[in-house]
């Protein structure tokens, strides 16, 4: 696991920015990527390196980690809009070559779990992004969910959702209950992890991610085990590790 600590998000957004413009000098790179604010700096370096440097997406093929259920697709905080406002429609990649698991209707989505994991298996992760949650969830992994776990339905803890609220009007209520998510196993298929996180409020995660046990208590820690993952801090977020920049 390669830590690096860097002064700001800006700084940790450029050195996520390099990660993943290495693997677009593939000839069909595969991205695997995440939602939340983590990401969104280097969504906007993406952007703009789309723009001044032609870099293109039109091979590019991407599947996300997540989605409420319930939701309406294109309601302004289902994570199917968030993609698109916030790197999908600022870079030419094909609507097609997007992958985001369908959570609209609560029927049938056993069956849609099922064919977001088929079809996620088709395709190796070149380099997947993540975040980490407050309570040291990746992707919508909550505490106890078990190591070999597929693409499933998930409860929203009580500690995520009072996270999330802030996309909601401040309103609790208005988060859904449930969400549709890769598993832990799907997400360690991935041949090379980037896990972001900024804040104060995730050094608590972040400790109990590298130093704490490995196991369902933390889901974060499984990356551990995962032989190519690099994690971007800032220094409030890195506060409790009492390293500088390191390998492990
Ligand atoms: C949500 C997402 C996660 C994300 C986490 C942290 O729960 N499902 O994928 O990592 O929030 O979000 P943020 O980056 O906004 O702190």
């Known amino acids: ?7 700001n998000y800006e700084e940790v957004s450029r050195e996520a920015f390099k990660l993943v413009k290495e693997v677009l000098q593939k000839d069909r ?36 980690l997540d989605e409420y259920i319930g939701l ?6 289902s994570y199917y809009s968030f993609m ?19 959570g609209e209707n609560k029927e049938g989505i056993e069956e849609e779990c099922l064919r977001y994991e088929e079809e996620l298996k088709q395709y190796e992760i070149d380099v997947q992004i993540l975040g980490i949650g407050s309570d040291g969830h990746i992707a ?3 505490p ?6 597929l693409t499933h339905v ?10 999330n609220a802030r996309f909601f009007d401040d309103n609790i209520h208005l988060v859904p ?10 997400i360690m298929r991935a041949k090379k992890i980037v896990l972001i996180a900024t804040g104060e409020n995730k050094a608590d995660a972040v400790y109990a991610m590298i130093r704490g046990e490995i196991n369902i208590d933390c889901p974060a820690s499984i990356l551990r085990k995962h032989e190519d993952v690099t994690i971007l801090l800032d220094e409030a977020a890195a506060k409790r590790l009492e390293i500088n920049e390191t390998n492990e």
């Open 29 to 64: 790179p595969i991205l695997g990527l995440a939602t939340g604010s983590s990401p969104v700096g280097l969504y906007k370096k993406m952007i703009a390196d789309h723009h001044r440097n032609g870099t293109s997406y039109q091979s590019v093929i991407t599947f996300n």
């Open 140 to 142: 919508f992994n909550e």
């Open 1 to 7: 696991m390669k830590i690096i600590i860097c002064k």
């Open 84 to 102: 698109h406002e916030n790197l999908f429609d600022g870079i030419d990649i094909k609507e097609e070559n997007t992958h985001i698991p369908f």
């Open 154 to 163: 998930v409860k929203l803890e009580g500690q995520t959702r009072k996270d």
């Open 144 to 149: 106890g969910t078990p190591f070999d776990s």
């Open 72 to 77: 309406p697709q294109k309601h302004e905080q």
């Open 177 to 186: 209950t449930h969400a549709i998510t890769q598993g832990l196993e799907s």
